[in-house]
């Protein structure tokens, strides 16, 4: 069973620092796309920033310089480092795994082309 379990979000002023990381377990994550989601009250889900399946990362603009994404164990481990947070920034976020099928993992066969999994969410609140 896959799983993907955030942790390190909380409330912090604007300004400051906070790290999430994503606990995943349950497939071979060194295949996927690895990233992190949110979603501000009122607002569609949006990507903030991903690994790619070759290990380059993508940010969201309004990110950039702001936020570094990083991964341990064969990216069974994800983090976001956020930095000078700002009010805007307040959501929910998201860790998410987006891999290829095909292929047996714990004794069960993933039969689909390809699966998106997501974490339960983690509140992150920034106060002006």
């Known amino acids: 069973q896959v799983q993907l379990m955030e942790s390190g979000g909380g409330s912090v002023q604007a300004g400051g620092s906070l790290k999430l990381s994503c606990a995943a377990s349950g497939y071979y994550f060194t295949y996927c796309e690895m990233g992190w989601h949110r979603q501000a009250p009122g607002k569609e889900r949006e990507r903030v920033s991903a690994?790619?399946?070759?290990?380059?990362?993508v940010y969201e603009d309004s990110v950039k310089g702001r936020f570094t994404i990083s991964q341990e164990n064969e990216k069974s481990v994800l983090y976001l480092q956020m930095n000078n947070l700002k009010s805007e920034d307040t959501a929910v976020y998201y860790c998410?795994?987006?891999?290829?099928?095909?292929?047996?993992?714990?004794?069960?066969?993933?039969?689909?082309?390809?699966?998106?999994?997501w974490g339960q969410g983690i509140q992150v609140n920034v106060s002006s």
């Open positions: 998410a795994a987006d891999c290829p099928g095909r292929r047996y993992y714990g004794g069960i066969y993933y039969r689909g082309d390809q699966y998106k999994w």
């Open positions: 690994i790619r399946r070759d290990g380059t990362t």
